[in-house]
């Protein structure tokens, strides 16, 4: 698949950008500090640069669970919103990349506004994962965006439609309400009620047919994340991933071959940089 090609299916929304925590490697702020990027900078990102014991060091969820029972939910909240918030820092390169595309729809795992500063000068819809609310069993809030105020006003789901581009952040975001799922409880709620169908729009649940997708940065060796997209790409006609990984693991392996996705042999940062 030539990079041409891709970006063409992009453009056209038969292919999907889904974007991982890996495409912030190397990004950092003013002061030297490195936005995560993976699971460890992730948990010394929450925890004030301390490693935390082995069986917690295994995946950043249950870093968080830990921090959040030791020292409450608002805490945990408070430093995921810390860490993309308090100082400003360069937009990876792949959403520079994207910013010439401005595809119709796509997905981001990530936690920052970095996706949203793409579209601010255009007309979208937002949807961002929410979890351990009482009301309904939706683990979504939609939002339109409206270029005029440049603010994101909630909206019924019935009124998302593709007429205008789709940003879909199932994670959460920190604007423009700070939700995030961060930690074990937050990632079972959101998993439970996406198998029953819960997690996404109505009009998601067919627009996302037959749909390939193109992951940059998405760590399938992490069980969270493997689920997560397991739930959000359900009926995909395949696709291609590129991550920094040198060496393809077991459960990434299965993964991908098991949803027909290609991994491309080449590092994220050749591929934004080369012509093809």
């Given at each position: 698949?030539?990079?041409?090609?891709?970006?063409?299916?992009?453009?056209e929304?038969?292919?999907?950008?889904?974007?991982?925590?890996g495409?912030?490697?190397?990004?950092?702020?003013e002061?030297?500090?490195?936005?995560?990027?993976?699971?460890?900078?992730?948990?010394?990102?929450?925890?004030?640069?301390?490693?935390?014991?082995?069986?917690?060091?295994y995946?950043?969820?249950?870093?968080?669970?830990s921090?959040?029972?030791?020292?409450?939910?608002?805490?945990?909240?408070?430093?995921?919103?810390?860490?993309?918030?308090?100082?400003?820092?360069?937009?990876p390169?792949?959403?520079?990349?994207?910013?010439?595309?401005?595809?119709?729809?796509?997905?981001?795992?990530?936690?920052?506004?970095?996706?949203?500063k793409?579209?601010d000068?255009?007309?979208?819809?937002?949807?961002?994962?929410?979890?351990?609310?009482?009301a309904?069993?939706?683990?979504?809030?939609?939002?339109?965006?409206?270029?005029?105020?440049?603010?994101?006003?909630?909206?019924d789901?019935?009124?998302?439609?593709v007429?205008?581009?789709?940003?879909?952040k199932?994670?959460g975001?920190?604007?423009?309400?700070?939700?995030?799922?961060?930690?074990?409880?937050?990632?079972?709620?959101?998993l439970?009620?996406?198998?029953?169908?819960?997690?996404?729009?109505?009009?998601?649940?067919?627009?996302?047919?037959?749909?390939?997708?193109?992951?940059?940065?998405?760590?399938?060796?992490?069980d969270?994340?493997?689920m997560?997209?397991?739930?959000?790409t359900?009926g995909?006609?395949?696709?291609?991933?590129?991550?920094?990984?040198?060496?393809?693991?077991?459960?990434?392996?299965?993964?991908?071959?098991?949803?027909?996705?290609?991994?491309?042999?080449?590092?994220?940062?050749t591929f934004?940089?080369s012509?093809?």
């Amino acid at each position: 698949m030539k990079k041409h090609e891709l970006e063409a299916q992009i453009k056209e929304g038969t292919t999907v950008p889904f974007i991982g925590m890996g495409v912030f490697k190397g990004t950092k702020t003013e002061d030297g500090f490195q936005i995560p990027f993976d699971s460890d900078s992730m948990i010394l990102a929450l925890n004030s640069g301390r490693a935390m014991s082995p069986r917690l060091m295994y995946e950043y969820s249950r870093a968080a669970m830990s921090l959040e029972q030791r020292k409450g939910r608002a805490y945990i909240e408070g430093m995921t919103n810390h860490i993309f918030t308090a100082k400003p820092y360069a937009m990876p390169e792949v959403y520079v990349w994207l910013k010439t595309l401005m595809p119709r729809y796509v997905v981001d795992l990530n936690l920052d506004d970095s996706l949203l500063k793409l579209y601010d000068a255009t007309e979208h819809f937002l949807i961002t994962g929410v979890s351990r609310i009482m009301a309904g069993y939706d683990r979504f809030i939609v939002y339109r965006y409206d270029v005029a105020t440049q603010t994101y006003t909630r909206v019924d789901k019935e009124a998302l439609h593709v007429q205008i581009p789709i940003v879909f952040k199932p994670l959460g975001c920190t604007v423009p309400e700070k939700n995030f799922i961060i930690s074990d409880a937050d990632f079972v709620d959101w998993l439970t009620e996406a198998m029953g169908g819960y997690a996404l729009p109505p009009l998601l649940k067919t627009y996302k047919n037959d749909k390939s997708y193109l992951f940059l940065g998405v760590d399938f060796d992490r069980d969270t994340f493997r689920m997560v997209a397991n739930e959000i790409t359900l009926g995909l006609k395949g696709g291609y991933t590129i991550n920094d990984q040198e060496t393809m693991r077991k459960k990434e392996e299965k993964f991908l071959k098991a949803h027909r996705v290609e991994k491309l042999p080449v590092s994220l940062e050749t591929f934004l940089k080369s012509a093809e």
